[in-house]
């Protein structure tokens, strides 16, 4: 059981983030028609919009809580607020985004799989990578209790802010996890899988979203109005 720990959450990170990164740079270089999410906005539109922005909103906000939450050194945020503090509003914070999320992609999947039309014209993987997300919010929701428990020494977040850290800095250690609660673990393997898969999935076109933010400093475009060069004193032609 060591052995397998250590594989999980000291090698198994590196394993997920070298095929995330190399795996979408092969994608965009070999495939670039398929860098997209398919369209099937025409069925059941009004579920879709729903669904979608439900889902858009609870996921940003998770990706960059967990990211914020997690990668802050407790040097930063300790001049502001205590451990226990910030793990109760972690749990505010990540209940309602997680309970937007979960209703979004609760009716994504709904549509997908109860509407035959959109079903024939869903691919496997799309509907896969839908369930898998489900299971994993499911799995998020399940260890607001477990965290609620530990609201006082603020013990679990504490362990695994450890671990995320060591591991952006190449430092990893896994043992202090072996002290966290079961759903933790499931949900930390099932997110790095996530991320494994996500260059083969239609997942991929997050990297565009992410893109897009350069779009904020571009320079302007100058765009001139097309002129005839005609000689002095020639009349210019009418326009019909």
């Given at each position: 059981?060591?052995t397998?720990?250590?594989?999980?959450?000291?090698?198994?990170?590196?394993?997920?983030?070298?095929?995330f990164?190399?795996?979408?740079?092969?994608?965009?270089?070999?495939?670039?028609?398929?860098?997209?999410?398919?369209?099937?906005?025409?069925?059941?539109a009004?579920?879709?919009?729903?669904?979608s922005?439900?889902?858009?909103?609870?996921?940003?906000?998770l990706?960059?809580?967990h990211?914020?939450?997690?990668?802050?050194p407790?040097?930063?945020?300790?001049?502001?607020i205590t451990?226990?503090?910030?793990?109760m509003?972690?749990?505010?914070?990540?209940?309602?985004?997680?309970?937007?999320?979960f209703?979004g992609?609760?009716?994504?999947?709904?549509?997908?799989?109860?509407?035959p039309?959109?079903?024939?014209?869903?691919?496997r993987t799309?509907l896969?990578?839908l369930?898998?997300?489900?299971?994993?919010?499911v799995?998020?929701m399940?260890t607001l209790?477990?965290?609620?428990?530990?609201?006082?020494?603020?013990?679990?977040m504490?362990?695994?802010?450890?671990?995320?850290?060591?591991?952006?800095?190449f430092?990893?250690?896994?043992?202090?996890?072996?002290?966290?609660?079961?759903?933790f673990?499931?949900h930390?393997?099932?997110g790095?899988t996530?991320?494994?898969?996500?260059?083969?999935?239609?997942?991929?076109?997050?990297?565009?979203?992410?893109?897009?933010?350069?779009?904020?400093?571009r320079?302007?475009?100058?765009?001139?109005?097309?002129?005839l060069?005609?000689?002095?004193?020639?009349?210019?032609?009418?326009s019909?």
């Open positions: 059981m060591n397998l720990h250590e594989f999980l959450f000291v090698v198994y990170p590196y394993i997920c983030l070298a095929v990164l190399m795996g979408s740079l092969a994608r965009f270089d070999r495939d670039q028609y398929t860098w997209k999410s398919d369209s099937s906005q025409l069925l059941r009004r579920q879709l919009r729903w669904g922005n439900l889902f858009h909103i609870g996921i940003l906000l990706f960059f809580g990211t914020v939450g997690l990668l802050l407790h040097s930063v945020y300790s001049v502001v451990a226990p503090q910030k793990q509003l972690a749990i505010v914070s990540g209940g309602i985004a997680g309970l937007v999320c209703i992609l609760t009716l994504l999947l709904h549509r997908r799989l109860f509407d039309r959109i079903r024939l014209t869903s691919h799309d896969a990578i369930i898998i997300l489900w299971v994993q919010l799995l998020g399940v209790p477990f965290s609620f428990a530990h609201r006082v020494d603020a013990a679990a504490l362990v695994l802010t450890h671990w995320a850290q060591g591991i952006v800095t430092r990893p250690d896994a043992m202090p996890l072996l002290s966290i609660d079961w759903p673990k499931v930390m393997v099932l790095m996530i991320f494994l898969l996500l260059p083969f999935s239609r997942l991929v076109h997050v990297w565009s979203g992410l893109a897009s933010v350069t779009y904020l400093f320079p302007y475009q100058i765009v001139r109005s097309r002129r060069n005609v000689p002095a004193g020639q009349n210019q032609p009418r019909a």
